[in-house]
């Protein structure tokens, strides 16, 4: 299909349900507005948000459209009348509202990086898991050199990038969780000091005993209901709480909240899709600037652990379904 076509070949979703569902169809192409480029689109990654919008379960926000994905890599092919950043041939990556899973995608000029040294199916994978990660560690955690933290669900995109984070800020001790010994290493290489298989310890019984009873800094939590009051209890005074997710459950059930008083401490929920885009385009570049050099220099890691073809997108969802991956998964797309 040529780029001057109207349609364009897209992931669809035949109604709402499971993996098979999805299938390789036709859309209309967008046309980029005043501050928009224009992308070919080469690669896109999946993400947990992309299952439960396949399932019509998600809120999606006002700007995103029918087609799943945010995160994207491509050629720029065309710029809005006010778009002055890029220029057509320029390799990029970035975050969308939606529309990632097509062979082109509108996207506002400031959320978009120069790709550089990085590969197609890299900066595809980035951008979602490091901006959120950004949030719970930086900006909501305020994690400083020598303090504490705990990382739920952290064999994946965002918990790799948050381990990093941790470390390069300075943390005394990182602790994570997850559900096997293989994810356990993977943390470890990546930089966790302290790795809980939560099917066979309790995290905040490692926690109270690793620091005497003080508990950590900084918890970033993707699970909600299941894990918030052994969270609760597992944070020092003063402690901050980063809300991610509510993979556990939406609703709590007999936690004492008293703790949360008489520490101190500071809950705070954030989800990155539903921010408005001038907050992105300040995510994003405080990313740029404070992130993405070390990314770029191989000082901060990253792990793709399938590139699928589009062609395969059932396959690809089923794998991220099990949870039976580390770090992302990234699907090529095709003429």
């Avoid at 299938?23 to 192409?29: F, R, S, T």
């Avoid at 995160?71 to 969308?96: C, H, I, M, S, W």
């Avoid at 396959?315 to 379904?321: D, G, S």
Wanted: proline share 4%; aromatic share 8%; net charge negative.
């Amino acid at each position: 299909m040529s780029s001057s076509s109207t349609l364009m070949r897209a992931i669809l979703v035949k109604q709402p349900g499971g993996a098979d569902q999805l299938y390789l169809g036709q859309a209309e192409k967008p046309e980029p507005k005043c501050n928009e480029i224009l992308v070919k689109i080469h690669c896109f990654a999946l993400n947990r948000m992309d299952i439960v919008q396949r399932e019509g379960h998600y809120p999606l926000p006002p700007e995103a459209g029918p087609i799943l994905g945010v995160e994207f890599a491509g050629v720029v092919v065309g710029t809005g009348a006010n778009a002055q950043r890029f220029k057509p041939g320029d390799r990029v990556f970035g975050l969308a509202y939606g529309g990632a899973y097509a062979q082109f995608i509108a996207v506002d000029e400031g959320s978009v990086h120069l790709l550089g040294p990085l590969t197609m199916e890299m900066g595809s994978s980035l951008l979602e898991c490091w901006y959120t990660a950004y949030q719970a560690v930086t900006l909501i955690g305020d994690l400083k050199a020598g303090e504490d933290i705990l990382i739920h669900a952290a064999s994946g995109g965002v918990g790799t990038a948050a381990i990093q984070l941790a470390k390069n800020a300075g943390a005394r001790r990182i602790f994570v969780t997850a559900g096997s010994p293989e994810k356990l290493e993977y943390c470890r290489r990546v930089g966790a000091t302290h790795p809980i298989n939560y099917r066979e310890q309790s995290f905040k019984e490692v926690v109270l005993q690793e620091t005497n009873g003080r508990g950590v800094d900084v918890i970033c939590d993707y699970l909600l209901a299941s894990y918030f009051g052994d969270n609760v209890d597992s944070l020092a005074k003063d402690g901050r709480m980063s809300l991610q997710g509510a993979m556990g459950g939406p609703v709590a059930e007999q936690v004492n909240l008293l703790p949360i008083l008489f520490k101190r401490l500071c809950i705070e929920g954030s989800t990155l899709r539903s921010r408005s885009l001038e907050y992105q385009s300040k995510l994003s570049e405080a990313f740029g600037r404070n992130v993405l050099p070390d990314i770029e220099s191989g000082k901060l890691l990253w792990h793709i652990d399938r590139v699928f073809g589009w062609e395969d997108i059932q396959e690809a969802h089923r794998l991220m379904e099990a949870a039976s991956f580390t770090g992302k998964i990234v699907v090529r797309v095709t003429d």
